[in-house]
């Protein structure tokens, strides 16, 4: 028998709830900087603006040029964009991000509020009442 084959007789642990566990994790993260949204907005200003000075150094130089090139680094883009974290500005007078203010402002002005609401909530949208205007 080759040690490659698996047997009856020697249990195989296999972990599929990862991506799951990542979901979750990421979700939560993006609560928090919804829940927060001014102190996550000067946490990505000043750690960007903290990247572009370090970008600036000869050793941050070196770093941009290898990166530039990186498959990580793309993927990180990825994420970026696709998720809370592209919402936040560099703008030092913007305490809140302006997207966050113009999804707000486009919720209210939505006929499927309602349903949006329900969604959030967790609920049917036969849950969902009328909104009392």
């Given at each position: ?32 900087l ?13 750690l ?79 849950d ?6």
């Amino acid at each position: 028998m080759s040690t490659d084959e698996p047997t009856a007789d020697v249990p195989c642990v296999v972990l599929r709830e990862w991506e799951d566990g990542l979901a979750h994790i990421l979700q939560e993260g993006q609560y928090l900087l919804l829940k927060h949204p001014v102190a996550a907005q000067a946490s990505v200003r000043a750690l960007v603006a903290e990247g572009r000075r370090f970008a600036e150094t000869p050793t941050g130089r070196r770093w941009k040029a290898r990166l530039a090139r990186s498959e990580l680094v793309r993927r990180g883009r990825m994420l970026w964009q696709g998720s809370v974290l592209n919402m936040f500005e560099e703008n030092p007078d913007a305490l809140l991000p302006s997207a966050l203010l113009d999804a707000v402002m486009g919720a209210i002005v939505s006929e499927g509020l309602p349903a949006l609401l329900a969604r959030l909530l967790g609920q049917g949208y036969d849950d969902a009442g009328p909104v009392d205007s």
